[in-house]
């Protein structure tokens, strides 16, 4: 793995935000759900597809904070405009484990 200066990770711009809707994304090639995220703020809300339905059904992640790449450029997946990575694991199958704050912080909060 070849290293990065510190000024290369501070162009990453990741962000909390807590999960305000979610819908399931039949459309996809690859299970998916679509998400709403409030990160607050001149951020707002931003949507998401994220490769999720291994562990989470849409009505359990409403309210939940995750962390999520902002400063991408959007992407169109099935006619969806993805505008922010949402961040996770692989478990020991490879499905995604969400990345989470461990107590509840303010949205918008940059990861540091």
Do not use: C
Not at 19 to 48: C, H, M, N, T, Y
Not at 83 to 110: F, I, M, Q, R, T
Request: without cysteine; glycine residues 8%.
């Amino acid at each position: 793995m070849d290293p990065i200066s510190f000024d290369d990770f501070e162009k990453v711009d990741i962000r909390v935000g807590t999960i305000i809707d979610a819908q399931p994304f039949p459309e996809a090639r690859k299970p998916a759900i679509q998400l709403w995220v409030e990160f607050g703020g001149a951020l707002g809300v931003k949507k998401s597809s994220a490769q999720l339905t291994v562990h989470y059904t849409p009505d359990r992640l409403i309210g939940r904070q995750v962390m999520a790449v902002v400063n991408f450029p959007p992407r169109r997946i099935a006619g969806f405009e993805s505008e922010v990575l949402v961040l996770g694991v692989p478990d020991e199958n490879g499905a995604v484990v969400l990345l989470k704050p461990d107590l509840k912080v303010p949205d918008g909060g940059k990861l540091f």
